[in-house]
């Protein structure tokens, strides 16, 4: 499994549709000062579901759609395309290579797709999170970050660990289990209070 290539249009500094496509093996990206690098790798965050706008270098998750230049007008809408080579199937999906997709409107609304099937980010989670990529961006160690890798304590080393053994995945799933358990168990404890005050 590799990643392909990354499509970014109206996302920060990309106004125009922008693909990287990337060889298997190791990618420099090389660029003057403030010429949007950063933003390449805000964009791999982002279309893995990233939501944390600090995550993302903004304020709010507006900023990520290209807010307009002297010569150009603000866009409406930020969307970036990651294409990864699944022909070893390391993803669960039967298909030779995935395309997941996140769009996000001015107006607040988003979609995200797979193969450009509409779906939910959770879709997106869970179909990457065996991957060793995924959300929580162990993989993308940005300016600064290395230090609070290296330094982490043992929860969070432990975290990053989890996720790449593809663990995360489970904990979320229990933890949305256990949720559902906690209002059954509220639901049960209201028919037992209805069904003493009929007796
Ligand atoms: P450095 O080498 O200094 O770290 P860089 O190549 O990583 O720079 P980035 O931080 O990726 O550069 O890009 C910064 C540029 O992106 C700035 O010029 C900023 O104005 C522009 N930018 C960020 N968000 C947006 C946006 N929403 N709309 C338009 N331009 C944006």
């Given at each position: 499994?590799?990643?392909?290539?990354?499509?970014?249009?109206?996302f920060k500094s990309?106004?125009?549709?922008?693909?990287?496509?990337?060889?298997?093996?190791?990618?420099?990206?090389?660029?003057?000062?403030g010429?949007g690098k950063s933003n390449v790798v805000d964009a791999l965050s982002w279309?893995?579901?990233e939501?944390g706008a600090k995550s993302l270098r903004g304020g709010k998750m507006e900023d990520v759609?290209?807010a307009?230049?002297?010569?150009?007008?603000?866009?409406?809408?930020?969307?970036?395309?990651?294409?990864?080579?699944?022909?070893?199937?390391?993803?669960?999906?039967?298909?030779?290579?995935?395309?997941?997709?996140?769009?996000?409107?001015?107006?607040?609304?988003?979609?995200?797709?797979?193969?450009?099937?509409?779906?939910?980010?959770?879709?997106?989670?869970?179909?990457?999170?065996?991957?060793?990529?995924?959300?929580?961006m162990?993989?993308i160690?940005g300016q600064g970050r290395?230090?609070?890798?290296?330094?982490?304590?043992?929860?969070?080393?432990?975290?990053?660990?989890?996720?790449?053994?593809?663990?995360?995945?489970?904990?979320?799933?229990?933890?949305?289990?256990?949720?559902?358990?906690?209002?059954?168990?509220?639901?049960?404890?209201?028919?037992?209070?209805?069904?003493?005050?009929?007796?």
């Amino acid at each position: 499994m590799h990643l392909k290539a990354l499509t970014l249009r109206g996302f920060k500094s990309f106004a125009s549709a922008t693909t990287l496509r990337f060889e298997p093996g190791i990618t420099c990206v090389v660029g003057p000062n403030g010429s949007g690098k950063s933003n390449v790798v805000d964009a791999l965050s982002w279309v893995m579901g990233e939501q944390g706008a600090k995550s993302l270098r903004g304020g709010k998750m507006e900023d990520v759609i290209f807010a307009g230049t002297t010569g150009r007008p603000p866009l409406g809408r930020a969307e970036v395309s990651l294409t990864i080579d699944n022909s070893d199937g390391a993803l669960p999906i039967e298909y030779a290579e995935v395309t997941i997709t996140r769009i996000m409107f001015r107006n607040g609304g988003s979609e995200y797709q797979i193969n450009g099937d509409t779906c939910r980010l959770l879709d997106i989670q869970e179909l990457l999170s065996d991957s060793g990529i995924g959300r929580e961006m162990h993989v993308i160690v940005g300016q600064g970050r290395l230090d609070s890798v290296l330094h982490a304590d043992p929860l969070g080393r432990r975290a990053f660990i989890e996720e790449a053994a593809g663990v995360l995945k489970h904990r979320k799933r229990k933890e949305k289990a256990l949720r559902k358990l906690d209002a059954m168990q509220a639901n049960l404890a209201r028919v037992q209070d209805l069904t003493d005050e009929l007796r």
